[in-house]
């Protein structure tokens, strides 16, 4: 099985280095942030308001922590990568993969194959383990938010 097709013109491969761009300003902007040692809530660092999940049920929606747990990592703080999103360094590892094969297959004049059956099988695979833990951790994980109040204070107080 090969992962990358030879032959194609710059213009129909631009997007496999769109792919690099935008891993590349999710480092920097991950290398830029504090992550939280709260393991959530890094992302209000940037201005966007706190989890809705968090403050209405006090418990983390599927995604809470990603932020955290990629700032972490690339930070080398391992242990509150994994504390912030068990998932968060396998996905940043993922994403940063398949954005140097698509640096790769640009240099190269080659497109990365993404119609290949294990391709979508294994993006499927991944897309639901991540949805399923989400949503477990958010059943099984009461009083996420520990300052939910002050969160939902200083939100409707900046109002």
């Not at 129909?12 to 480092?27: D, E």
């Not at 968090?54 to 990629?70: I, Q």
Request: glycine letters at 10%.
């Amino acid at each position: 099985m090969k992962l990358l097709e030879p032959g194609h013109p710059k213009k129909y491969i631009s997007n496999q280095l769109l792919w690099f761009v935008c891993w590349l300003a999710v480092t920097g902007v991950g290398a830029w942030l504090t992550p939280s040692v709260d393991g959530h809530g890094t992302h209000q660092k940037l201005g966007l308001p706190p989890c809705p999940s968090v403050l209405l049920f006090n418990r983390p929606c599927p995604g809470c922590g990603m932020t955290t747990s990629w700032s972490a990592f690339i930070h080398g703080n391992f242990g509150l990568s994994f504390h912030a999103h068990p998932l968060g360094p396998f996905t940043y590892l993922l994403f940063t993969a398949v954005a140097w094969l698509g640096l790769y297959g640009f240099a190269k004049n080659t497109r990365v194959k993404t119609e290949l059956r294990s391709f979508s099988w294994t993006l499927s695979a991944a897309a639901a383990v991540f949805v399923a833990f989400g949503f477990i951790r958010m059943a099984v994980t009461p009083n996420f938010g520990t300052k939910t109040e002050q969160v939902l204070a200083s939100v409707l107080k900046q109002k």
